[in-house]
């Protein structure tokens, strides 16, 4: 049975900087490519930064360009997003995301099979 389970998140002050990790079990995820996403209350839920397996193709939201950082450890069965000079818009639950099948980071929720159950952060103004 796949899991993902996300950790590091919490309240910090703007500016601040938080780094998320998410560790997956069950299978080895070497060939997946692996994403992050967000949900805010009354939100949709949204593309955050994803990398494929080769950690050659890396995508970023606009508006998290610069500032967050997704990296893999693929011995450790670990993904990570640093996140850096966080702002109160950047409240939200934190969910990581596992498209078995791409080959290349898709943005779209529907593409991921598994899914964590979220690790919240808040930003405080």
């Known amino acids: 049975q796949v899991q993902l389970v996300e950790s590091g998140g919490g309240l910090v002050q703007a500016g601040d900087s938080l780094r998320l990790s998410c560790t997956v079990s069950?299978?080895?995820?070497?060939?997946?490519?692996m994403g992050w996403f967000r949900q805010a209350p009354g939100k949709e839920r949204e593309f955050v930064a994803g990398i494929n397996w080769s950690e050659i193709h890396v995508e970023y939201a606009e508006s998290v360009k610069g500032r967050f950082f997704i990296s893999r450890d693929t011995a450790k069965n670990m993904v990570h997003l640093q996140m850096n000079n966080l702002k109160p818009e950047d409240t939200a639950n934190y969910y990581c995301a596992a498209d078995t099948k791409g080959m290349v980071v898709e943005t779209t929720p529907t593409k991921y099979t598994y899914w964590g159950q979220g690790t919240q952060v808040t930003v405080a103004p």
């Open positions: 069950g299978r080895t995820f070497s060939t997946w490519t």
